[in-house]
Nanobody, 120 residues
């Protein structure tokens, strides 16, 4: 089994910053892409940022220039640095990972989510 544990959410004023972390642990052979998603009340879950196993990154247009995704390969941990936060960034943020658990098996896992609230 593989677990993804997120941390770093909280309440911040508009213009502030937060850093989210997500650590993968368990029966891990290797970790492929790691993503951050978010889901605001009444809205669909949306992809915020992706980082591949080679370090390539991509972002939703709404967060480009404000959010930075990075990872520590040794710790199987992905980070999301968020600056200049806006009230519309308020959501539950979820970590998602594509994990190889053996030579022949790859599975996808979700974290439990962490709340980010940005006040105006």
């Amino acid at each position: 089994q593989v677990q993804l544990v997120e941390s770093g959410g909280g309440l911040v004023q508009a213009g502030g910053s937060l850093r989210l972390s997500c650590a993968a642990s368990g029966s891990i052979f290797s970790v492929n892409a790691m993503d951050w998603y978010r889901q605001a009340p009444g809205k669909q879950r949306e992809l915020v940022a992706t980082i591949t196993s080679s370090g390539s990154t991509s972002y939703a247009d709404s967060v480009k220039g404000r959010f930075t995704i990075s990872r520590d390969y040794a710790k199987n941990t992905v980070y999301l640095q968020m600056v200049n936060l806006k009230p519309e960034d308020t959501a539950v943020y979820y970590c998602y990972a594509d994990v190889r658990t053996s030579w022949s098996t790859t599975k996808n896992y979700w974290g439990q989510g962490t709340q980010v609230t940005v006040s105006s």
